[in-house]
């Protein structure tokens, strides 16, 4: 569906978040017959300064009288947060009600110009990683979505990146010209139903004609669920010796590939973690899907990741003066993303904070990736759902467990168990919803710990006596 086909219809949006604010100030041009937005429950968002424009020309929907008007549209466009198993969704489904979402909207006119990348992780990485690249070799693009801007709000562009979210993902029409798949686990199981309803939506972003599907390779499960897709599909895999790869170089060290080419060392990405080798093979799939000469633009490509700068709240490095390496994960919320994060700093004495909203995923991953590598390593749990996590690992004999009442708490029990040089690593393994806003308060309640707890300066130790 296009946007231009809303004219003369009775549209409703659900949201007023930033998704939701793009989709009314797009659709308002197109002169439906009503434009209204609704709210299934109150939200700040809805007095903040993003909808407050739009207050006095669009009227706003709660309660009742949003099931209501929801009922009544033709069109709805949903905003990300709205799940599938909503059952307000469920029954404007089964009244005839059409449903779909900003970026469908905007996928349905600019699939052509569009290089969209999902991944149950590392795809925030990638599509930065893809966009910057892209730059440094002179193609100017625009990067948006799930990052930064709203795709209905995205400015004129030539080439577009932009990073979904499996909940944009499930309303899409339309595939983008490359999709690029970076890994798959499952995940928000509760918004799309179930682990094969997660997968299918997900998935929904290649389903669609794309020209060609850049995907890692060694994610088996990935693999195998594109496999349904059938031969039909126009996969470009990467990862293995015929494609991007990292393998010894001229003197033995790391050095990223193309087949038996030699690209650059593996030093030059300024990312730790082999998970961030597999991000930066699928980006230079994708760019070699583009047009791009990596071999030719490889000097570019270098000084492309020299400048990188690493996602915040990803891996983040924390300064402090005792000397312990305190490091943000805070956006890990499913145990894979731990295990890559832990797998990054198992060469050193470490400490790992886990714990958060429980969403009922199953941790035996995490205890089998600690049982075949025998880390050595303090897990320290935090509510909601630490406990069930330390339960999880508890036989693991390479593993010492304790418990901390708050991510505070833990940070000073981590402070007095983790060994000089060591890393205290915050990689919950799950969402932070429930004590926290989002993963950036969860960030800046572990950066405010580590602060408060620091130890004072030698110099400015007071005197005995």
């Not at 312990?324 to 198992?346: C, G, K, Q, R």
């Amino acid at each position: 569906m296009k946007l231009t086909e809303l004219r003369g219809r009775r549209v409703a949006v659900w949201g007023t978040g930033r998704e939701a604010v793009a989709a009314v100030k797009a659709i308002a041009p197109m002169q439906p017959a009503e434009l209204i937005a609704v709210q299934d429950q109150e939200t700040f968002l809805a007095g903040g300064a993003g909808w407050s424009e739009l207050a006095d020309s669009v009227p706003l929907r709660a309660g009742a009288e949003a099931h209501a008007a929801i009922l009544d549209a033709q069109v709805l466009v949903r905003s990300p947060g709205v799940a599938q198993t909503h059952p307000w969704l469920i029954e404007a489904r089964s009244r005839g009600v059409r449903v779909t979402g900003g970026t469908a909207l905007w996928m349905a006119d600019n699939a052509a110009r569009a290089i969209g990348v999902t991944g149950s992780k590392g795809k925030s990485t990638t599509a930065t990683l893809i966009h910057h690249l892209l730059t440094a070799v002179g193609r100017p693009n625009v990067l948006g979505g799930n990052i930064g801007t709203a795709a209905l709000a995205l400015p004129e562009a030539e080439l577009y990146v932009l990073e979904l979210s499996m909940y944009q993902c499930a309303d899409l029409e339309d595939s983008p010209r490359t999709a690029v798949l970076t890994s798959l686990y499952p995940e928000h199981l509760d918004w799309s139903g179930g682990e094969q309803e997660y997968y299918r939506d997900k998935l929904n972003l290649v389903a669609h004609r794309p020209e060609r599907v850049v995907f890692n390779s060694h994610d088996q499960r990935l693999t195998a669920q594109l496999h349904g897709f059938g031969p039909g599909l126009p996969a470009v895999p990467v990862g293995g010796p015929d494609s991007f790869h990292v393998a010894p170089g001229p003197r033995g060290e790391p050095w990223f590939h193309l087949a038996t080419e030699p690209l650059f060392p593996r030093a030059a990405l300024p990312l730790v973690g082999r998970h961030n080798e597999s991000n930066l093979c699928v980006t230079l799939g994708a760019l070699q899907s583009a047009g791009v000469d990596c071999l030719a633009q490889r000097d570019s490509l270098i000084a492309g990741l020299n400048s990188f700068a690493p996602l915040a709240h990803r891996l983040m490095p924390i300064e402090d003066p005792s000397g312990l390496t305190f490091v943000d994960d805070s956006i890990s919320t499913i145990p894979e993303s731990a295990i890559h994060a832990i797998e990054a700093y198992a060469h050193r004495p470490l400490t790992v904070i886990v714990g958060g909203q429980d969403r009922g995923l199953d941790y035996g991953p995490l205890r089998d990736f600690f049982q075949a590598k025998q880390v050595l390593a303090t897990v320290i749990a935090i509510p909601d759902n630490g406990q069930r996590i330390l339960q999880a690992i508890q036989d693991v004999p390479t593993v010492s467990t304790l418990s901390a009442e708050d991510l505070p708490a833990a940070v000073r029990l981590a402070r007095r168990h983790t060994p000089a040089g060591g890393v205290v690593l915050l990689s919950p393994a799950a969402p932070s919803y429930g004590r926290f806003d989002n993963f950036e308060h969860r960030s800046r309640v572990f950066a405010e710990a580590i602060a408060q707890s620091a130890p004072a300066p030698a110099g400015e130790l007071e005197s005995p006596g």
